[in-house]
């Protein structure tokens, strides 16, 4: 497990504290929680009647490789994703190269249209931004009766997942890095 030290000055002498990386790291914190309706719609994918779900205003901070999950998106007319994309107003074949950030990275669209690069598998792959992945609502009709996203969610098409070579079983919740590129 990697550790980062503190240097803590006392009047005693000197103290070296450990703490887990992860806990001065992890910034991002529940802000809510969003309880699905305990009837609606079903699918595979779709919000469980009566569970409650997490929401986040915040995404982990961006670094030169931000760890996150990658999900499979749909972003064409009928597809999982729902209504147009948030950039553009238009659906996107899933042979482009394209992708939705949970709404921290998102940052009220202010990376409409940049690229990211995504790591994973020893690939790297360039991306657009073209939409929001709504950490804050769901279960319902505008978002495909799915739930809200993860904080640290980047969800892609297909063409993003077959030029990092993920095929099959791999495909579904997937850990990468990105970063800006």
């Known amino acids: 497990m990697s550790t980062t030290s503190i240097l803590v ?66 972003f064409s007319e009928g597809g999982d994703g729902g209504a147009p994309s948030e950039c553009d107003g ?23 249209g940049e690229y990211i690069r995504i790591n994973a598998k020893g690939r790297s792959v360039l991306a657009k931004v073209v939409d929001e992945c709504d950490t804050l609502h769901g279960c319902d009709k505008p978002h495909a009766f799915q739930p809200p996203c993860p904080h640290n969610d980047v969800d892609a098409s297909k063409a993003v997942w077959d030029a990092l070579g993920i095929f099959g079983d791999e495909v579904g919740d997937f850990p990468i890095t990105w970063s800006d590129a």
């Open 9 to 74: 000055l006392a009047p005693a002498g000197l103290l070296l504290v450990a703490f887990p990386s992860t806990a001065l790291a992890e910034t991002c914190q529940p802000s809510g929680t969003l309880e699905s309706p305990a009837t609606g719609h079903t699918c595979d994918e779709c919000c469980q009647p009566g569970h409650v779900y997490p929401t986040y205003q915040c995404s982990p901070p961006v670094s030169r490789h931000t760890k996150a999950i990658m999900t499979l998106n749909d």
């Open 90 to 112: 238009k659906y996107h074949n899933n042979t482009e190269r394209v992708v939705a950030l949970s709404t921290g990275w998102y940052d009220k669209g202010k990376r409409c």
